[in-house]
């Protein structure tokens, strides 16, 4: 059962093709650090790449045959991509599905402040955080601000480097010595990570006089006012761009890597591959960090509709056959897996953890404790997998995430395996998970796109 490291069996050709990834990669998480970002730049490579906006097929009234290759974009957030095979569509598709969200900061409705001629911006943390991880770090905003008229301004501040950053204060360790004693869930509590955006007050004003301040230079700049927080979606992240790490350069440090790891390797994938027997799709979506739920997560009926149209381009659509398509389906629910942390070694089962540098981790369940909120694949549909993966040469492995009682996670597996297709868990270890940085190793990135475009093939 031992796996050897995927390093070792490189030739320099491989080596040159997971450079060139890599490096795509890196890129692809410095132009998307939100979900709308990340659609933006996913419609920008597909075009490029011939795919056609599945809307303007509708509206024209156009058919899709064998190699056609389509997307469609749902509220700005989440996206599905196909490419029409050769096979009746009918026999199933094999499905490609990650998330395009991350654990960070959104600031609220009614935000700005000023206390003691400081202003700030309150935030509400999204998804699962350490809360005093994000302290003391320069941070960006990301996001939209939209008038009442409708106008929407984009907003990016932190990344270039003549940008201001933000920051979220901690108390000095001089002064710290009842915080320290409290747990680390209430060493930094969610009401107090506000950020601040500025000290200097506006000149001739009284009254907070540091906020007025804020909002002169918004308007001027953006041409918004304080009531257009309230029509805002803007996400403060951490500032500065994806890194690689280690003397050997063997590694990614960015933010965002769950789920981006995998959205971008699915990408790949489906950008490689021309023409494909059974229909291949992946679908990119919203809100997995806070249970998929809305209209733009997976539990909303987008992807199914999307099917529905695709069905009715290709002049084959009836109910029973978008359950029969959908029923017929294979999917690798593509969603980050915990590497194994020598330096917390107490909260994993060596056994069944996953490892930097094996490769591609397949999680037959997840969920929580009794596996509570799991898919649980099949063996049979493992075994075609596993079959698959050494077809194909893949470095792959089997992971669980960390030890049975200590807690767990979940994904959109479960979502997906309602409509009976079979589905396994599959994607990228990750060091830090859900941490302001994270990071990866590059084989692994390497052997989870390769994994992917042999999935697709077969």
């Given at each position: 059962m031992e796996i050897e490291n995927a390093w070792k069996k490189y030739s320099e050709e491989q080596l040159e093709e997971l450079e060139t990834l890599n490096n795509s990669y890196m890129e692809f998480l410095d132009k998307g650090k939100t979900e709308r970002e990340c659609v933006d730049e996913i419609v920008s490579q597909v075009k490029a790449a011939g795919y056609k906006n599945l809307e303007d097929i509708i509206k024209k009234d156009k058919k899709l045959k064998a190699g056609d290759k389509v997307y469609s974009v749902w509220m700005k957030k989440s996206i599905a991509l196909f490419i029409i095979g050769k096979n009746p569509i009918e026999e199933g598709m094999n499905i490609l599905g990650a998330h395009i969200d991350s654990p960070r900061l959104d600031i609220k409705q009614n935000p700005l402040y000023e206390d003691t001629e400081i202003a700030y911006l309150d935030t509400h943390y999204y998804g699962g955080i350490k809360k005093y991880q994000w302290v003391t770090l320069p941070l960006a905003i990301h996001g939209v601000v939209v008038k009442k008229d409708g106008t929407v301004t984009n907003i990016v501040i932190g990344e270039d480097e003549n940008d201001p950053v933000f920051f979220i204060s901690d108390l000095l360790i001089h002064l710290a010595?009842?915080?320290?004693?409290?747990?680390?869930?209430?060493?930094?509590?969610?009401?107090?990570?506000?950020?601040?955006?500025?000290?200097?007050?506006?000149?001739?004003?009284?009254?907070?006089?540091?906020?007025?301040?804020?909002?002169?230079?918004?308007?001027?700049?953006?041409?918004?006012?304080?009531?257009?927080?309230?029509?805002?979606?803007?996400?403060?992240?951490?500032?500065?761009?994806?890194?690689?790490?280690?003397?050997?350069?063997?590694?990614?440090?960015?933010?965002?890597?769950?789920?981006?790891?995998?959205?971008?390797?699915?990408?790949?994938?489906?950008?490689?591959?021309?023409?494909?027997?059974?229909?291949?799709?992946?679908?990119?979506?919203?809100?997995?960090?806070?249970?998929?739920?809305?209209?733009?997560?997976?539990?909303s009926h987008f992807f199914e509709n999307m099917v529905a149209e695709i069905l009715d381009r290709m002049g084959e659509y009836t109910e029973l056959k978008l359950r029969r398509v959908l029923a017929n389906s294979k999917m690798l629910s593509s969603d980050v897996s915990a590497a194994f942390d020598p330096t917390y070694a107490s909260a994993y089962e060596k056994k069944n953890s996953a490892y930097f540098g094996k490769g591609i981790v397949f999680n037959k369940f997840t969920g929580s404790r009794g596996k509570s909120g799991s898919n649980d694949a099949n063996a049979e549909y493992v075994a075609q997998v596993r079959n698959i993966m050494e077809k194909h040469d893949v470095v792959y492995q089997t992971a669980e995430l960390g030890k049975v009682d200590l807690g767990g996670g979940g994904t959109i597996a479960y979502i997906l395996a309602t409509y009976g297709m079979d589905v396994i868990d599959s994607g990228v270890a990750v060091l830090n998970m859900h941490a302001p940085w994270e990071a990866v190793s590059k084989a692994d990135v390497y052997e989870t796109k390769k994994g992917y475009m042999a999935f697709l093939s077969e």
């Open positions: 010595q009842e915080q320290i004693e409290k747990k680390a869930s209430k060493v930094i509590e969610g009401e107090d990570l506000n950020i601040i955006v500025g000290t200097k007050p506006l000149e001739g004003e009284e009254k907070d006089a540091v906020k007025k301040q804020i909002i002169k230079l918004i308007n001027e700049k953006y041409g918004f006012e304080e009531e257009d927080f309230i029509s805002a979606e803007l996400e403060v992240v951490p500032a500065g761009k994806a890194r690689e790490a280690g003397m050997d350069r063997s590694m990614v440090l960015a933010y965002g890597q769950d789920d981006r790891v995998c959205a971008y390797t699915s990408l790949a994938a489906m950008l490689e591959f021309k023409k494909v027997d059974r229909t291949a799709c992946c679908i990119l979506v919203d809100k997995e960090e806070i249970g998929s739920v809305g209209a733009t997560g997976m539990k």
